[in-house]
C-alpha cells in the first residue's frame, strides 16, 4: 500500500468534460495538442500543462476538428493567432534557416578573417634593431 501511495502518478491535463465522443477526432486532437506549446509553460505541450490557456487551445483545437478541419488548418489557425513560437517543433522556413545557420556562417566567417589576419601578419617584414637597441638588449640579457 506504501509503495502504490509514494509510486508517482502521470497526471494527464485533459479534462473528460474536454475529450470528444468519436475516438478518431480524439486522437487527433491529442496529437495536434502534443505539437502544441502552452504559452504560459512554455516548455510543455497544451495536452500536458493545466494552464487556462492551455485549456482553451485544446477547446479551440478540438473545435476546429469537429467543424471539419484537418490537422494542418487547425495548426495554421493556432499559428496565425500566437506565432510560430506556439508549435514544439517549428516548421522549416526561411527564418528557421536563417535563425539555424546564422551560428555556423558566422563562425565560418570568424575563421576566414582569422586565417588572412594571421597569414598578413606572418607575410609582414620585421624591422632590424639598430645598433643602440642591440646593445640595450644586449646588456638587459646579461643581468
Known amino acids: 500500500m506504501l509503495m502504490l501511495l509514494l509510486a508517482p502518478i502521470h497526471a494527464f491535463a485533459v479534462n473528460p468534460d474536454e475529450v470528444l465522443a468519436d475516438p478518431v477526432l480524439e486522437q487527433r486532437a491529442r496529437t495536434l495538442s502534443s505539437e502544441l ?3 504560459v509553460c512554455q516548455n510543455q505541450s497544451i495536452d500536458d500543462s493545466n494552464a487556462e490557456l492551455a485549456r482553451d487551445l485544446r477547446l479551440v483545437v478540438r473545435e476546429r476538428l469537429v467543424n471539419g478541419d ?3 488548418q487547425v495548426l495554421d489557425y493556432v499559428v496565425s493567432r500566437y506565432g510560430e513560437f506556439v508549435l514544439l517543433k517549428p516548421r522549416l ?17 570568424a575563421m576566414i578573417v582569422a586565417v588572412f589576419y594571421a597569414r598578413r601578419r606572418a607575410s609582414e ?3 632590424k634593431l639598430s645598433a643602440e637597441e642591440e646593445a ?6 646579461d643581468e
Open 37 to 39: 506549446r502552452c504559452m
Open 70 to 72: 484537418t490537422n494542418e
Open 93 to 109: 522556413s526561411a527564418k528557421t534557416l536563417i535563425l539555424w545557420g546564422a551560428p555556423a556562417t558566422l563562425a565560418l566567417i
Open 125 to 127: 617584414p620585421v624591422e
Open 136 to 141: 640595450r638588449l644586449g646588456k638587459l640579457l
